[in-house]
């Protein structure tokens, strides 16, 4: 089956029980054992449920994926994935990673023994100088947020194949449409279902998708002891978003190049960072290995004044947290979603005061391009 079908009814099969063409939401906490020693497949909804169930099969079967779990959030799945390392292990990461993910990796993993080492995961040299004998994982964002550098998945995965090297990419920002990470590669991908799986900005979720059984049995283990599992409203919500997934990545796609060009040959933007430009120093790499360069692009205005005199006048463009939704968001890394981020560290990294990152929707594109260009104005 083609990918959009898969993502419609794989996992979204009629209700056996009355036929219903949507799965009911299991809104309960217990079920009801037949008698002492045997129930249904489902005893506590912390540990499963239906609705849970159902999407982690969406879920890997989009991914091409042995198995996958769901958590209540994009960073509780990453953790989760963190946790199946032990002290004294050590972990090599793409530099410019979301905030969240380097906040959670130097304020607190490190407190249980991990190590850690950041670095520009879009130059191999640098990935394989980087290993030492206790690395045990390659974790990798591609495209990296926000600066938008590429990493060669299918190039990194074989160096570290044959060092027992977990490689885990986070996919969140092309969504399994645009780019497939166990085919090139991957051992583990990690979503934020929060971001384009969900795509309407009503629900949480996070997803981390094996294809290894042992590492699968780890994170369920993980999951249900830690009780970081989605509930089913977000579940049945995610799933519903999942259905359009495919429709709605041609369209944010198709914005994403749009405004990506508009904005490259705007006079008070400095540069573009955006895959899809031939200007990208990882635009063939891009082109290899993803099937669209998607709808995530930053832009540089030089100053922290001028960001601020822009995004003060965006009206169609929704000054807001997050990403991935129909609607375009906008906002400013440095001062929001990499603010627990050194000063240092982002202006090392290229995240600087003046960093715009833009989130295309799927609204009119000519309308996208309007509300930019008049709040440029003010630039």
């Known amino acids: 089956m083609g990918f959009a079908t898969n993502a419609i009814h794989v996992g979204q099969e009629p209700d056996p029980t009355t036929g219903a063409i949507v799965a009911p939401i299991y809104q309960t906490s217990t079920?009801?054992?037949?008698?002492?020693g045997k129930h249904k497949g489902y005893d506590y909804a912390r540990t499963n449920h239906p609705n849970r169930k159902a999407l982690e099969r969406t879920v890997a079967k989009l991914e091409g994926g042995h198995s996958a779990y769901v958590f209540s959030t994009g960073m509780a799945g990453?953790?989760?994935v963190f946790r199946t390392l032990r002290p004294g292990d050590h972990v090599v990461l793409s530099e410019a990673v979301y905030g969240g993910?380097?906040?959670?990796?130097t304020q607190l993993l490190v407190h249980f023994g991990l190590e850690f080492s950041f670095v520009d995961t879009s130059v191999a040299d640098l990935v394989h100088a980087s290993f030492r004998p206790n690395t045990k994982m390659l974790y990798i964002e591609t495209p990296t947020n926000p600066t938008m550098r590429v990493t060669d998945i299918a190039a990194v995965a074989k160096l570290a194949s044959g060092r027992n090297i977990t490689v885990v990419v986070d996919n969140t920002f092309l969504s399994p449409y645009l780019q497939r990470p166990i085919e090139l590669g991957a051992h583990i991908v990690v979503h934020s279902m929060t971001k384009y799986l969900n795509g309407h900005s009503?629900?949480?979720g996070g997803a981390v998708v094996l294809t290894r059984p042992e590492d699968a049995e780890k994170i369920y283990f993980i999951q249900r002891s830690a009780g970081t599992g989605l509930a089913p409203m977000d579940c049945f919500l995610v799933s519903r978003g999942i259905k359009t997934l495919a429709v709605r990545m041609l369209q944010h796609n198709a914005n994403g190049i749009a405004v990506a060009r508009h904005l490259d040959a705007h006079p008070?933007?400095?540069?573009?960072?955006y895959p899809g430009l031939p200007s990208h120093p990882q635009h063939d790499i891009a082109r290899r290995q993803q099937r669209g360069p998607g709808a995530m692009l930053s832009f540089d205005l030089g100053t922290l004044d001028a960001a601020r005199r822009f995004l003060n006048q965006v009206k169609l463009c929704a000054l807001a947290e997050s990403l991935g939704g129909v609607e375009t968001l906008i906002s400013l890394p440095a001062q929001m979603t990499h603010a627990s981020m050194p000063a240092e560290v982002r202006e090392r990294i290229g995240i600087t005061d003046g960093l715009v990152r833009l989130s295309v929707g799927i609204e009119d594109v000519e309308d996208i391009n309007a509300d930019l260009d008049q709040a440029l104005l003010y630039v």
């Open 268 to 273: 008070k933007v400095r540069k573009v960072f």
């Open 78 to 80: 990453i953790d989760a």
């Open 31 to 36: 079920y009801v054992y037949e008698e002492l």
């Open 202 to 204: 009503d629900a949480m």
């Open 101 to 105: 993910v380097f906040r959670l990796a």
